[in-house]
């Protein structure tokens, strides 16, 4: 009763400039790493590469900043989200201007694979978790906006890659989209602030559990596997739905434009989840997000044409960016502020796995089966054990 009667003051201001900021940096983040689509064919033609080896640059930087991000957190838990945002921002920038100088598909794994990598580590979960410590009546829907940012860049930065591949070509593309890195995304990571309720002072504590407790705790367990499970259906969409596409003759613009269809669907699932899970619970409202993403593989597996390309990446779309929004703010009920960065970068690192061989292994099927078919069924079984885990965190009577 005296939560909901909070008058609007009990949440700052300045904290919905760390939303817009985070919003922001993250758009940045995951328009660089999806804008992969856009740059597939032309790694593939520049260097002669099959999809396996293509896929792999994707995988890889997914990899790490999956398995590095726990570190990202560490890092921001210490010196604050501003500092360590802003040198990801950075690594991003070199790594983009690396890959626009790359001989090699080697130089490429290198420069975006790693470079990437690294960069999103520093800026992903310390921008993410540095929201949720700024509100208490309204942090579902700050999570909801703040992690819509991913579906926004979703959308504008591959159609403005190949629009600019069209136009230059995918080496000039590369060098421009560093420079909107430098100015746009170094912008948002200077605006970002740790809230005052996650800075200890004096002898108050900051209210949750160590990093130790949470890890030993039933609760994380069962979401690190709900992660490692969930990963593969989340991520081999972004690597292949777009060449998927063009073999069903699909022109490769609009082929491309799948994965911003992608994040259209994100876009919609992050604000519509915070509604939901306010009625049925942040855990039975990931696990069903979970469970509709799986579903949605039905619809790749019938895909004749655009037509149900579109209605899969949309309906995909809708279950991953609900379930991406939820994690963060899941986690902030489950272990409060204290290493809430250090919490959920560890629980990102059980994506890790998924993210490099979900999007290689469905290169590697492709390869020698000439479909995705088994491909499709794995990620729909794979779900469904990743649903059946979420359930398992909640509370029990």
């Known amino acids: 009763m005296s939560t909901a009667a909070a008058p609007p003051e009990a949440e700052p201001a300045y904290a919905w400039v760390v939303v ?37 640059v994707f995988g ?42 790359a001989p090699s598909i080697g130089a490429v794994y290198a420069a975006y694979g790693v470079g990437i990598g690294i960069g999103i580590a520093l ?31 979703t959308v504008v930065v591959p159609l403005v890659a190949t629009a600019l591949i069209g136009r230059l070509d995918w080496r000039s593309t590369l060098q421009v989209l560093a420079l909107g890195v430098l100015l746009l995304g170094c912008g948002a990571t200077l605006l970002l602030r740790r809230a005052p309720s996650a800075t200890a002072k004096g002898f108050a504590a900051v209210a949750g559990v160590p990093l ?39 022109a490769p613009a609009r082929a491309v434009g799948l994965v911003g269809l992608i994040g259209i669907g994100s876009l919609a699932g992050r604000f519509a989840i915070g509604w939901l899970a306010d009625r049925l619970g942040r855990a039975r409202t990931l696990a069903l997000a979970q469970a509709s993403m799986g579903l949605s593989y039905l619809v790749w597996a019938a895909a004749d044409g655009y037509g149900a390309m579109a209605v899969f990446a949309l309906w995909m779309g809708l279950s991953y960016g609900g379930a991406v929004a939820l994690m963060p703010a899941l986690c902030m009920d489950l ?3 204290r290493a809430v960065s250090s919490v959920l ?48 965190v909640l509370p029990r009577r």
């Open 20 to 56: 817009w900021a985070c919003f922001a940096s993250l758009a940045v983040i995951f328009g660089v790493a999806y804008s992969f689509a856009a740059f597939f064919e032309s790694f593939a033609a520049e260097f002669l590469a099959r999809r396996a080896d293509v896929s792999l």
């Open 60 to 101: 890889l930087s997914g990899l790490i900043y999956f398995v590095l991000g726990v570190g990202g957190g560490l890092l921001a838990d210490r010196f604050g989200p501003r500092v360590v945002c802003t040198a990801g921002m950075g690594c991003i920038v070199a790594g983009l201007l690396g890959c626009s100088l």
């Open 123 to 153: 800026v992903y979960t310390p921008s993410i978790a540095c929201v949720q410590p700024w509100f208490t009546r309204r942090r579902g829907l700050a999570a909801g906006i703040a992690s819509a940012g991913i579906g926004a860049g």
């Open 212 to 250: 130790g407790q949470a890890l030993r705790s039933a609760e994380f367990r069962w979401l690190y596997v709900a992660a490692l499970f969930a990963s593969p259906s989340m991520f081999i969409p972004f690597a292949h739905v777009s060449a998927a596409a063009r073999d069903l003759g699909v």
């Open 335 to 337: 272990f409060g502020a």
């Open 345 to 392: 970068g560890t629980l990102y690192s059980g994506a890790a796995l998924g993210n490099l061989a979900g999007p290689v292994v469905a290169g590697w099927v492709f390869d020698r089966v000439g479909g995705y078919g088994p491909v499709i069924w794995s990620c729909l079984l794979l779900s469904a054990v990743a649903t059946a885990a979420t359930l398992r």
